[in-house]
């Protein structure tokens, strides 16, 4: 189960998911340069590490290619913290990105009775950034269920 | 991101007009009635109101003594359904990453 709380008038993002694994198993997955391209991003893009330095300092960079079309994304970053097994704190920011587009990523793993629970809190600079993460041009229309609006006002 | 987003967003930020919409989700309301859980004056909360059916939020009606304010859930639609494609999408990676740490205590059991 992947949860995704995005909640009106804050400025971060959080993202949850348990594993059925100890985590130190679940850290090391996570930090692993050669697994990124097996997993990180969205199934239609293929991504490449370029740089994944993970340590204290150390810098990443990945590169995201679009099946379809050929073109190209690139994400990069710091590890300001690296705290193996229970968590990193590192930036992460779009290329050529520019203003908005940088964020300050907290990952935790937290363990319970074999499990581990992976929480991502995406901070941006402004609430503005972070609604501006939505994307312009998301199909419009698709019409949820008032569940969800109601979930959206309850988290409130 | 376009104005209409920027709109609902900007109008769901504020707790006041969240608990109106929380109100007018079980069914539409007079003014006088949205108010009365509120400590403030009927300008501050008419104020609200404008911001939310600027925003698309809340329709009123033009006809009748009491104009109920009614919800309107297509702006949101928006907001649900990309919250709901992100979901999707991290869901899946973290599928894969999965696979691979099955994989690996695989290897590990030999």
Excluded at chain 2, 63 to 79: F, H, I, K, N, T
Aim: proline share 6%.
């Amino acid at each position: 189960m992947t949860e995704v709380i995005f909640e009106p008038g804050r400025q971060d993002i959080i993202i949850r998911r348990e594993f059925d694994a100890p985590r130190e198993k679940v850290f090391k997955a996570f930090t692993d340069p050669e697994l990124i391209p097996r997993w990180w991003g969205a199934r239609r893009f293929t991504t490449t590490v370029d740089r994944m330095d993970v340590r204290q300092g150390g810098q990443w960079r990945f590169v995201t290619r679009n099946n379809d079309d050929g073109s190209e994304y690139a994400f990069r970053g710091v590890y300001h913290d690296v705290a193996a097994p229970s968590g990193t704190v590192f930036t992460f920011e779009f290329e050529p990105g520019g203003p908005g587009y940088l964020q300050f990523v907290t990952e935790t793993f937290e363990e319970a009775d074999g499990r581990t629970v992976y929480t991502q809190v995406c901070l941006f600079q402004s609430v503005e950034d972070r609604d501006g993460w939505i994307p312009t041009d998301m199909d419009k229309g698709i019409r949820e269920s008032l569940d969800l609006l109601a979930d959206l006002i309850a988290r409130s | 991101m376009d104005d209409e987003l920027s709109r609902t967003f900007a109008a769901l930020a504020d707790p006041t007009r969240r608990a109106i919409l929380a109100r007018l989700a079980d069914g539409p309301a007079p003014v006088n009635e949205l108010a009365q859980p509120f400590d403030m004056t009927p300008q501050a909360i008419s104020k609200h109101l404008k911001v939310l059916e600027s925003a698309g939020l809340i329709s009123r009606s033009r006809q009748g003594q009491w104009r109920p304010c009614r919800l309107e859930v297509a702006p949101l639609d928006a907001v649900t359904a990309w919250i709901a494609r992100y979901r999707a999408a991290w869901a899946d990676s973290f599928d894969r990453l999965e696979a691979e740490i099955k994989k690996m205590r695989h290897k590990e059991d030999g």
